[in-house]
């Protein structure tokens, strides 16, 4: 089932979608969330811009997109209803609060006349529900003005909804008893509105059927499970990162839409050893970060791609340092301010090259919202064993939306500890032992890592180039050369795990995505071999360097198809690696891609 909860960015549809959605992954449904509102703070009420919107797709097996086209579209008002009906196919169900539906309100978004009455629905199930009026009735008994007791009937909505798919109702119940603790006439009021819409739905002839969607039992392995976003996953897997690497976790950082949450959370695990520091700017916020990976930290700071362009410097900076730095950037729509709320991937050159000078950096992305915890541990990896900055990139998309994780089991985590330079690490002609700071490891290129203070391993850092070995300033041609050579290698060296194809039938084409796109393309790729079609896929995590076998993969397949939410970014690298015909198929619209649409591109690929 896909469900939208739609209304003014005022009306609480993402806490509603949010509670449906926890009590949905209680149930032990698998489970995609797609949250979607508007950039400003508060856009005007009744409008289509002011539009926010909760789409949640659940079932008793194994899925991967919050779905095309929801079955239920819940609208509070007649903008929700207006901008969210397009989506829908026909024969959905419709539950309008037909309280908001006032001339006035019809206007302001160019209803002439009433689309309950003109028949302009009729292809779809509508359910007309006063929301408004039977909420303000629920509560008559509470001392509450009506506009209080107005602002309670998303809660009837989701008690409706709860009812109608059997989620279970103790969870919500717990949460408004204890968001409203210390208002617990409110937390009365929003649960007297919540059991309201249930026994509503309960009673009503209007919804003759309910629904029960079991559990996804065999979809997943064995394990407990919890309902995560990705960037609360992120959160998750920088604090196990700082825990398995025994360093403390410092985050400097800005606050930046949608990478914020990251702020927030990190912020409330001080005894897991995390320190926050919200800077003045995003500039401020890496230079601390550097300077606490200098320190022995394990440092990152969080942006978007706006933050990105400021903090270039400091992240060639820390290429030169070649000091472990980890740079989350949660991808929103641009370019400058651009689409604050809505999803891209347009940020993946300006990670790669978005530097002065020669300034290689590794780039991974994870592919879901579950995934995030397990690529900030691999971030994590490449960092401090190759002593570089990492670049994370994941997307709006990712950050917000939502989907079951297996918690792991410690034994599973990844020994991430790191050896601090402890005394002299050369011998000069004349005998005499001293510390070199840029002498590497033969294996990984990395330098030794001084912790600061440590006696006898004073050295010099800046952003004039360094000698080779000693670390001194120089000018020297051809130590430059030599440098730059040095650390584009190191990057390159990095070890990264085969590329792992899908492909059971002997394909003659291969999708190959990266990012967010792992859910639509391989929900399409399903789609397709269902129809007989024979597709190969495979999902790139790091980007930077790519993995050794996959120009070995490019070269078996006679066409390559890149779908990406840029203009062909991926593709272009490619393109220019190994020469390959890569095909691009690409969307910006600020949304993520639709497994049908994805689905009829290669169809149409594989035809041509």
């Given at each position: 089932?896909?469900?939208?909860?739609?209304?003014?960015?005022?009306?609480?549809?993402?806490?509603?979608?949010?509670?449906?959605?926890?009590?949905t992954?209680?149930?032990?449904?698998?489970?995609?969330?797609?949250?979607n509102?508007?950039?400003?703070?508060?856009?005007?009420?009744?409008?289509?811009?002011?539009?926010?919107?909760f789409?949640?797709?659940?079932?008793?097996?194994?899925i991967?997109?919050?779905?095309?086209?929801?079955?239920?579209?819940?609208?509070?008002?007649?903008?929700?209803?207006k901008a969210?009906?397009?989506?829908?196919?026909?024969?959905?169900?419709?539950?309008?609060?037909?309280?908001?539906?006032?001339?006035?309100?019809?206007?302001?978004?160019?209803?002439?006349?009433?689309?309950?009455?003109?028949?302009s629905?009729?292809?779809?199930?509508?359910?007309?529900?006063?929301?408004?009026?039977?909420?303000?009735?629920?509560?008559?008994?509470?001392?509450?003005?009506?506009k209080?007791?107005e602002?309670?009937?998303?809660?009837?909505?989701?008690?409706?909804?709860?009812?109608?798919?059997?989620?279970?109702t103790?969870g919500?119940?717990?949460?408004?008893?204890?968001?409203?603790?210390?208002?617990?006439?409110?937390?009365?009021?929003?649960?007297?509105?919540?059991?309201?819409?249930?026994?509503?739905?309960?009673?009503?002839?209007?919804?003759?059927?309910s629904?029960?969607?079991a559990?996804?039992?065999?979809?997943?392995?064995p394990?407990i499970?919890?309902n995560?976003?990705?960037?609360?996953a992120?959160?998750?897997?920088?604090?196990?990162?700082?825990?398995?690497?025994?360093?403390?976790?410092?985050?400097g950082?800005?606050?930046?839409?949608?990478?914020?949450?990251?702020?927030?959370?990190?912020?409330k695990?001080?005894?897991f050893?995390?320190?926050t520091?919200?800077?003045?700017?995003?500039?401020?916020?890496?230079?601390a970060?550097?300077?606490?990976?200098?320190g022995?930290?394990?440092?990152?700071?969080?942006?978007s791609?706006?933050?990105?362009?400021?903090?270039?410097e400091?992240i060639?900076?820390?290429?030169?340092?070649?000091?472990?730095?980890?740079?989350?950037d949660?991808?929103?729509?641009?370019?400058s301010t651009g689409?604050?709320?809505?999803?891209?991937q347009?940020?993946l050159?300006?990670a790669?090259?978005?530097?002065?000078?020669?300034?290689?950096?590794?780039v991974?992305?994870?592919?879901?919202?579950?995934?995030?915890?397990?690529?900030?541990l691999e971030a994590?990896?490449?960092?401090?064993?190759y002593?570089?900055p990492?670049?994370l990139?994941?997307?709006?998309?990712?950050?917000?939306?939502?989907?079951?994780?297996?918690?792991?089991?410690?034994?599973?985590l990844p020994?991430?500890?790191?050896?601090?330079?402890?005394?002299?690490?050369?011998?000069?002609?004349?005998?005499?032992?001293?510390?070199?700071?840029?002498?590497?490891d033969?294996?990984?290129?990395?330098r030794?890592?001084?912790?600061?203070?440590t006696?006898?391993l004073?050295?010099?850092?800046?952003?004039?180039?360094?000698?080779?070995?000693?670390?001194?300033?120089s000018?020297?041609p051809?130590?430059?050369?030599?440098m730059?050579?040095?650390?584009?290698?190191?990057?390159?060296?990095i070890?990264?795990?085969?590329?792992?194809?899908?492909?059971?039938?002997?394909?003659?084409t291969?999708?190959?995505?990266?990012?967010?796109?792992?859910?639509?393309?391989?929900?399409a790729?399903?789609?397709?071999r269902?129809?007989?079609?024979?597709?190969?896929?495979a999902?790139?995590?790091?980007l930077?360097p790519?993995?050794?076998?996959?120009?070995?993969v490019?070269?078996?397949?006679?066409?390559?198809?890149?779908?990406?939410?840029?203009l062909?970014?991926?593709?272009?690298?490619?393109?220019?690696?190994?020469?390959v015909?890569?095909h691009?198929?690409?969307?910006?619209?600020?949304?993520?891609f639709?497994?049908?649409?994805?689905?009829?591109?290669?169809?149409e690929?594989?035809?041509?």
């Amino acid at each position: 089932m896909i469900i939208r909860f739609a209304g003014d960015s005022g009306d609480g549809m993402q806490l509603t979608g949010d509670r449906f959605t926890s009590e949905t992954a209680s149930f032990g449904n698998d489970l995609s969330t797609l949250p979607n509102f508007p950039a400003e703070i508060r856009a005007p009420a009744g409008t289509l811009p002011g539009v926010s919107s909760f789409q949640l797709h659940f079932a008793d097996h194994d899925i991967l997109t919050p779905g095309d086209a929801p079955n239920v579209l819940v609208a509070m008002n007649p903008a929700a209803l207006k901008a969210n009906i397009g989506d829908l196919p026909r024969g959905a169900e419709v539950i309008v609060n037909t309280d908001e539906f006032t001339k006035r309100a019809m206007q302001k978004v160019g209803y002439e006349t009433s689309p309950l009455e003109d028949g302009s629905l009729d292809g779809y199930q509508v359910h007309p529900v006063p929301l408004t009026t039977l909420t303000v009735e629920a509560l008559k008994e509470f001392d509450l003005t009506r506009k209080e007791a107005e602002r309670s009937k998303n809660m009837f909505a989701l008690g409706l909804l709860s009812w109608m798919y059997h989620r279970p109702t103790e969870g919500t119940e717990r949460f408004l008893r204890a968001k409203f603790a210390k208002k617990p006439d409110i937390a009365a009021a929003n649960l007297a509105a919540f059991r309201a819409g249930w026994n509503f739905g309960e009673t009503t002839e209007d919804f003759a059927v309910s629904y029960e969607v079991a559990p996804a039992a065999t979809a997943f392995p064995p394990g407990i499970y919890r309902n995560i976003s990705g960037n609360l996953a992120l959160s998750y897997g920088l604090v196990a990162a700082s825990r398995q690497a025994d360093l403390p976790l410092y985050l400097g950082s800005y606050p930046i839409t949608p990478a914020s949450d990251i702020l927030h959370e990190l912020s409330k695990h001080k005894n897991f050893g995390v320190r926050t520091f919200q800077a003045e700017d995003e500039i401020a916020g890496i230079g601390a970060a550097l300077g606490a990976a200098f320190g022995g930290s394990l440092a990152v700071t969080t942006t978007s791609g706006p933050g990105v362009a400021l903090k270039s410097e400091t992240i060639g900076l820390a290429v030169s340092l070649e000091l472990p730095l980890l740079i989350v950037d949660i991808q929103r729509g641009g370019p400058s301010t651009g689409l604050p709320t809505k999803t891209e991937q347009a940020d993946l050159l300006q990670a790669m090259y978005g530097r002065n000078g020669e300034a290689p950096v590794p780039v991974v992305a994870p592919r879901t919202p579950a995934d995030c915890f397990d690529a900030a541990l691999e971030a994590a990896r490449i960092a401090l064993t190759y002593r570089t900055p990492v670049f994370l990139l994941s997307d709006g998309y990712l950050a917000n939306g939502s989907e079951p994780w297996r918690v792991p089991d410690l034994e599973e985590l990844p020994d991430l500890r790191v050896q601090f330079a402890q005394g002299p690490n050369h011998t000069l002609d004349d005998g005499t032992e001293v510390f070199w700071p840029y002498k590497r490891d033969p294996q990984t290129l990395a330098r030794p890592w001084a912790i600061p203070g440590t006696p006898g391993l004073e050295h010099r850092i800046g952003g004039i180039e360094k000698e080779d070995g000693t670390g001194n300033i120089s000018y020297a041609p051809a130590n430059h050369d030599f440098m730059v050579r040095t650390r584009q290698a190191k990057v390159d060296g990095i070890e990264v795990p085969d590329l792992d194809v899908d492909d059971p039938n002997g394909a003659r084409t291969l999708v190959l995505g990266w990012g967010s796109t792992y859910g639509p393309i391989t929900a399409a790729v399903r789609r397709l071999r269902r129809a007989g079609e024979s597709i190969a896929q495979a999902h790139l995590r790091h980007l930077n360097p790519f993995p050794k076998n996959l120009g070995t993969v490019l070269e078996r397949y006679d066409k390559v198809v890149i779908p990406e939410m840029n203009l062909g970014q991926l593709a272009t690298l490619i393109r220019a690696k190994y020469l390959v015909d890569a095909h691009s198929y690409t969307q910006v619209n600020g949304m993520p891609f639709k497994a049908e649409q994805l689905a009829t591109a290669l169809k149409e690929a594989i035809d041509g």
